[in-house]
């Protein structure tokens, strides 16, 4: 964490050697597109390679780079308080849909690491929602108890269960049966080299940059060269292209941390994650030597609205440790959500182009969202029938009062981000900077954005962001410059980490 010369780093990438994809050095031409390599991307791939389409995948960075491999790795249906507020929000029947879309995505993950034989740390764990002490959460977990019941969700009452685990007193809690964890990672590495053996390519460092007009539109990247593609899947979490269908406005972009650390083999058997706040998730892996680490999730808030995200870290290392006897961390990252007006994903047709596709706003539970993408496009692009559709659907309109109430806030915020951000001075002269220490500085008599780095070479770049002109915040627990208004970050020296945004910040020093 800052102040100890540690970058964040996640588990899951550091504890395999990940494959090499080459770039993309020529102009091609494909049946079908998928713009990233995440969970998403990979599993859209994969199945419509099977279903012999020509396929092409493209990533900005390497395979597993997005918010894949910064995950808890939870494979489940298990999406905190959200059945009662769909059946209130979507009606009972889509609620329905929703979890059962989940579990067939579980079903499909387990179904392919026992049919191919996939190394990638999956188990079986049953998944708990609980609370400590407020009343108030606990009128809402008897709520959500009431929607498991009315849904036939395979879960009920478990606080029994749940008090005599956790080492800490709780009131109540439910559970959602056969649930899974795994290594999100091997699990990419599988999908990625089964997609190139069913003919697909796969390209790394390649950035998009837009989308021409159909037919057949033309995907242009950053580095000159272009794709030309019957169909175009934009699977990049947040999507690049977010103006076509006003996405930017209909998508709330959340960050949250996790640590890990060794507990000896005495953490509890389950997946756990608190109603309270803040909240916590828990869960345990396995490190390469065999000793058992837990990870402990949370500490979630609205992205570039945090500049002091190292004390995010220290907030759950301290929980870790109090609770759990963690005596230091192995590991420790963070990870960007997309959360959509009424918290169910954006999986279809992207806008009135026939021929672009998105999957986005997964709300923290990629693992089975993501997969429920890769079946619901297969079966789009196929021309096939599929009953989760309407469900997903991107167009979906006669938007709720409480959809409604959410776009307000969200522009709202935008707006009011956008308006301080312009507002906002420098903290300090560059030379003031101390190592590893970054924010907004002084620059030929205007603001910018600084870091020193640990050798003490100073980088300055302008915090304009490159994707609608708002101004970058520096989070100091990762050294980036983030986005108040759209979720895009950078890293200190202006390359871009996550979109929307795909153009770097301008050096200046």
């Not at 049946?31 to 990533?59: D, F, H, M, P, R």
């Not at 837009?210 to 030309?228: A, C, E, F, Q, Y």
């Not at 002269?429 to 910018?448: I, M, T, Y």
């Amino acid at each position: 964490m800052n102040g100890t010369g540690e970058f964040p780093h996640s588990f899951w990438r550091e504890s395999l050697a990940l494959p090499q994809f080459p770039a993309l050095n020529e102009d091609i031409e494909t049946e079908v597109a998928v713009i990233g390599a995440g969970i998403a991307g990979l599993s859209t791939a994969l199945l419509l390679a099977e279903a012999g389409k020509q396929v092409v995948v493209l990533e900005a960075d390497r395979i597993g780079s997005g918010t894949t491999g910064y995950t808890t790795a939870k494979i489940s249906s298990q999406h905190g308080m959200v059945y009662d507020r769909l059946i209130r929000t979507i009606g009972e029947e889509h609620a329905r849909l929703y979890y059962e879309a989940n579990e067939e995505a579980l079903d499909f993950i387990r179904r392919r690491v026992k049919d191919e034989e996939i190394d990638c740390d999956f188990e079986r764990q049953d998944a708990y929602l609980y609370v400590e002490s407020s009343k108030a959460t606990m009128k809402e977990l008897q709520k959500e108890k009431n929607a498991y019941e009315r849904l036939g969700i395979n879960g009920g009452d478990a606080t029994a269960e749940v008090q005599g685990r956790l080492p800490y007193p709780i009131e109540g809690a439910l559970v959602i049966r056969n649930q899974a964890q795994f290594h999100p990672v091997k699990f990419l590495v599988h999908l990625a080299k089964r997609v190139e053996s069913l003919g697909g390519r796969i390209y790394e460092q390649a950035r998009a940059d837009r989308i021409g007009p159909g037919p057949r539109p033309r995907i242009h990247l950053t580095n000159g060269r272009s794709v030309r593609a019957g169909q175009v899947v934009v699977a990049t979490h947040y999507p690049f292209n977010d103006l076509k269908g006003m996405y930017f406005s209909k998508l709330e972009v959340h960050r949250s941390y996790i640590v890990a650390g060794e507990v000896g083999g005495n953490f509890p058997n389950g997946m756990f994650i608190s109603a309270d706040q803040p909240s916590r998730s828990l869960r345990h892996a396995t490190l390469p030597g065999g000793e058992q680490v837990g990870l402990f999730g949370g500490e979630n808030h609205l992205t570039g609205h945090e500049t002091k995200t190292a004390k995010r870290y220290g907030a759950l290392f301290d929980f870790a440790s109090r609770h759990f006897g963690v005596g230091g961390l192995t590991h420790f990252w963070s990870s960007q959500d997309m959360i959509t007006l009424d918290h169910v994903p954006y999986i279809g047709r992207m806008g009135k182009d026939p021929d672009v596709f998105v999957a986005t706003g997964f709300a923290k539970w990629g693992m089975t969202n993501g997969v429920a993408a890769g079946l619901l496009l297969r079966d789009v692009l196929l021309g096939r029938k599929n009953r989760f559709e309407a469900l997903f659907d991107p167009a979906r309109s006669k938007m709720k009062v409480e959809d409604a109430k959410q776009f307000i806030k969200t522009n709202a915020d935008t707006a009011i981000e956008l308006v301080k951000g312009k507002l906002r001075t420098a903290d300090k002269e560059k030379s003031e900077l101390r190592p590893d220490e970054g924010g907004l500085v002084h620059h030929d008599g205007k603001r910018a954005g600084g870091y020193r780095d640990q050798s003490g070479v100073l980088h300055v770049v302008d915090t304009t962001c490159t994707h609608m002109g708002c101004s970058l915040n520096w989070n100091d627990g990762e050294r980036s410059w983030d986005c108040p208004c759209h979720g895009s970050r950078f890293s200190y020296d202006g390359e871009v980490l996550e979109g929307p945004a795909t153009k770097p910040l301008e050096r200046l020093e």
